[in-house]
């Protein structure tokens, strides 16, 4: 089992920046952690992963803006967000899962999400 928590959402003025952290209990059963998010009335959606490896991945809207990193000797995992825009307002979640061929599998461990509310 493995369990994730997050820190570091809240309001920003767009233009501005945000880093949000994510802490997981224990890494032996994922590979890799990603960053999802949920806005009101959107599906959930990828935005960054990153692989015991370093292997990264970007959704196209965080490419340029966003930079996950992680602490292996913590087991936290970090997403620096910078140039934040009105429709990064969501709810942020941390995922725990795998990073194969390119691309991320959710295995189903989710933290309870931190909020990210970006003012126009």
């Known amino acids: 089992q493995v369990q994730l928590v997050e820190s570091g959402g809240g309001l920003v003025q767009a233009g501005g920046s945000l880093s949000l952290s994510c802490a997981a209990s224990s890494t032996i059963s994922i590979s890799a952690i990603g960053w999802y998010r949920q806005a009101p009335g959107k599906q959930r959606e990828l935005v960054a992963a990153?692989?015991?490896?370093?292997?990264?991945y970007y959704a196209d809207s965080a490419k340029g803006r966003f930079t996950i990193s992680r602490d292996k000797a913590k087991n936290t995992v970090y997403l620096q967000m910078n140039s934040l825009k009105a429709e990064d307002t969501a709810l942020y979640y941390c995922?725990?899962?795998?990073?194969?061929?390119?691309?991320?599998?959710?295995?189903?461990?989710w933290g309870q999400g931190t909020q990210v509310t970006v003012s126009s």
């Open positions: 995922n725990g899962g795998n990073f194969a061929g390119g691309s991320y599998y959710s295995y189903g461990y």
């Open positions: 990153i692989s015991k490896g370093g292997s990264t």
